[in-house]
């Protein structure tokens, strides 16, 4: 298995514009998580899906952000408009449901807004 | 409200020595934990885990315990190797399988 997809790998956008971020999960996980990580917070929960139905949004920064996954092997986390305050890195990862592994994380999307 | 909290950014150890990461957390329903490694420009990695019903759980060079009634959880890795050097995360859930909340990260650096 290739592990959890990501991309891009790297996002320079102009602020204002829209960006999509792209996931594509481990064959078989029924869970989708993504996260943003920033140096004062750590790892935020944005968003995560249960066998494809948004389960827990309350991370959700506010109404610039948005998520779908319209079936189980894709995901896309979408700002518009993006803010220069938008700028982490974003994880996408997966999980089966009562796994004591925890989650894979993808490789990650390093956003810049300028 | 951080729910799960590193204090320290950054732990500098001497190869060979013990390293010591600690965490802390508010939420007495969290009943998982677990710690994660991450290198830089990769995603972070499964480490270690303990469940609410135990207190330490062994995996080679790396031991957690958890102290329940403190809220504290730390990762033990002995002995501490330069390729150890990455930032650890731990994160807990209420479940296992669950949504995990991860902690600011500390930077582990391992000394030659």
């Known amino acids: 298995d290739a592990g959890v997809i990501q991309s891009p790998r790297h996002e320079v956008t102009e602020m204002g514009q829209e960006v999509t971020l792209r996931c594509k999960p481990i064959?078989?996980?029924?869970?989708l998580f993504w996260y943003r990580q920033t140096m004062m917070r750590g790892l935020e929960l944005l968003i995560y899906?249960?066998?494809?139905?948004?389960?827990?949004d309350s991370g959700m920064p506010e109404d610039r952000f948005s998520a779908k996954m319209p079936n189980a092997s894709f995901s896309t986390l979408k700002i518009q408009p993006s803010e220069p305050r938008d700028s982490a890195v974003y994880f996408c990862?997966?999980?089966?449901?009562?796994?004591?592994?925890?989650?894979?994380f993808g490789s990650g999307t390093r956003l810049t807004v300028v | 409200d951080q729910q799960v909290k590193q204090n320290s950014p950054s732990l500098s150890v001497q190869e060979g020595r013990i390293s010591i990461l600690n965490c802390d957390y508010t939420?007495?329903?969290?009943?998982?934990f677990l710690w994660y490694k991450k290198y830089p420009a990769e995603g972070p990695t499964f480490l270690i885990s303990?469940?609410?019903?135990?207190d330490k759980n062994e995996d080679g060079r790396f031991t957690v315990f958890l102290n329940k009634s403190a809220k504290h959880l730390s990762l033990h890795i002995v002995p501490s190797q330069p390729g150890d050097s990455a930032v650890y995360f731990c994160?807990?859930?209420?479940?296992?399988?669950?949504?995990?909340?991860f902690g600011q990260g500390t930077e582990l650096s391992v000394k030659p």
């Open positions: 939420n007495s329903m969290f009943d998982y």
């Open positions: 899906f249960n066998n494809n139905v948004p389960i827990d």
């Open positions: 994160a807990a859930s209420g479940v296992r399988g669950g949504k995990l909340i």
């Open positions: 303990i469940s609410s019903i135990k």
């Open positions: 990862a997966s999980s089966f449901s009562s796994s004591d592994y925890g989650y894979t």
């Open positions: 064959s078989g996980h029924n869970s």
